[in-house]
């Protein structure tokens, strides 16, 4: 089943209103196997309305509406599409009559306001759609040729619920048992491009499923996406699909779904009994703050030292003098005594070592902003690495602690 | 000037991915008063791809794409637009050359990927853009009747530079007079509710300027939006209108804009010629990322220290092991010992500390879930407090930074 989206508001064009529902109706409906085909962005305007919900008619018959249903001027969105539907609005006492009893019971001052009542008048022929959640009842409105459309308030609180309210149990009736569901496999320490060249013929999809690259600071996402058969035979394909692409990821594959590399680290460490602590530069604490992102990090993470200044890497961390002096604060050196430093004086069996030019200035002409070396120290084995990352500083940040994250998991796994 | 936005790709019709591409280049464009009438989001095949720019251009003859020219086989932003405009695609060599230098100068091993050969093809009588943000070029497409295509990345920080780069200069000479422009002032410290009371009548709006409340983990943001006026006028009256607000929100206001409650202390303290340390055990790094997000930060902030486990909190920052027995961890004791403490190790003029029960475990009758303290030392003074906060794990670790980083504003603002 193919359906169309129409979310309503001139705040949503302006920009100031980032639209979650759409995101959030779609996801909801693809794992019952509608399909949302197109979504569409449209201003408060009635002919703008109906403009909008006609192309969509057209092309699948079946749209969902969300927002202009509240009780000012420029909720327009009942009677612009009564209008193309050709339907009259009539008032419904019953509406008005629950409106008055909320208004009442909350023991709100004065009667119902005029402009509330607004919320009473519907287009002849439609059905109801009782909102358990605020005061804005939905619509819907179908005609002789089977073509729909589901009415829901733009809040967001109020459209989940009458989403699981009523359009869940009538699509589901309506639909077919074909779903759509997905499964990603997170990859981190690859370039997309060389990921799709490992995959080969694999990456344009296989066995029905397709696949998507989703390259951001944490690494490539691969997601599988499986699309018309039923419930069972999804999940059983996505399952083998993403064994699949485990075998050729290898290494490079740290978790599934939204796995965080951070939590992988720690689950790892408690795993070998191994504890860890941190030693930061240029992130200034973001790796600490990952670690401990999630709860029950502390049977595993002890603490650390921002060492931003140069006298706290020597004076607390114990980083030589000599080495400040020869090859510098950015150095593989210097992030390896960082480790080293930050492990014996917490007494922690990990260290983990971070310092870089995260920019904007700062950089030379040896050591370019984006230079950053890490180092992870176990036990008494050290490895570090220096690479060029690419971003502004903020994701220069990022990419630092992912890549010092990956390079503990890495050690663990071996 | 009125425009739509078409944003491409499947992952936002599954509902994975949140469009926030579409906001950003909104609230962009109508600040130069270019208006988006229509928002549209369709999947990555060729066809949807055509039918929804299709439309748009024939609506507004103006029309701005994000996503789809990545190097992979689900990437047909250029091909279908191009065949829309019956143009043939060509190899440019300059693109290609670019890519292959930047392949190099990355210092990754072997040659360009055969995948990123395809983001060198482009339509013919194509004007590129130049992407100095990432490896996808931008694409200016426009015909004989002046309708016009501008294909942009849809990785949200590359998009953002080439809209910087080249859209905004090139709408902004075509664009109209009249524009829509905001401006905030940024409080914190006090509740929406207390905020809206004080400001009594202002805040239903004035003056012509319409104001919402914004409130979030930061803070409570006031929001004043000018329309339809000439830019100057407009300027002139978001200024005003901004002054009066302050007035009223007089301490609790820390900024305008976007302004960062840990770049405000950064600066105060650099006016004042004092240095930062942090000690922090419930927020793990997250106060000192963010005295390190903006740039020239190292002259004010020295570092500190992770003390997340007990340990740590006694032997590196010397809070007494009495002060842990009697009023435990989680107590204004501590918090002030962390910080002088950390002041003190690091030959700080500020020592901030944080400690606390972020959840979801490890409350109890006395001390739930949220309970947070914390302290500011500066010089021989200490001054300290103590709060319930709400929300989840994330949010009371956001909380609390955010806490921690007003006392320190407020402390050096008297």
Redesign the interface.
Known sequence: MRIELVTIGDE?????????N???????L?ADGV?????????DGAD?IAD?VR?ALERTGAVITTGGLGPTADDLTKPSIAALFGRAMRKDDAILEALRERWKARGWPGGLPKANEQQAWIPEGATVLENRHGSAPGIWLENERGQWVAMLPGVPREMRGMLTDHLVPRLRVQGAAAV?R?ATLRTTGI????L??QLGAL??GFDGL???????WEGVDL?L?ARGRGAEDTDRALRDGVSRLREVAAIHAYGEGDADLAGVVIDLARTRGARIA?A?S????????????G????DV?????????N??KTV?LGVRAHTLETVGAVSEETAQEMARGVAS???ADIGIAITGI????GGTAEKPVGTVCWAVSHGDAVVSRRA?L??????I?QRATQAALDLVRRTLAT
Not at 36 to 43: H, N
Not at 390 to 395: A, K, L, M, P, V
């Open positions: 949503l064009l302006l920009g100031y209103t980032i639209d979650t759409g995101a959030f109706i779609a996801r909801t693809a399909q949302v085909v197109r979504r569409t962005s449209c201003g703008e909008a192309g759509v997905s370039s997309e491009s060389m799709a060249d990456g344009k397709s696949l998507a690259f989703l390259p951001g997601r996406t941190v930061e240029c992130t200034g604490g973001l790796l600490g703050a990952r670690l401990t992102a709860a029950g990090s502390s993470f002890l603490g650390g030292v921002l060492a931003y200044h006298d706290v607390e004086k917490l007494g995260a920019g904007p200035g060029q690419i971003g502004d500083r903020t994701e940040r």
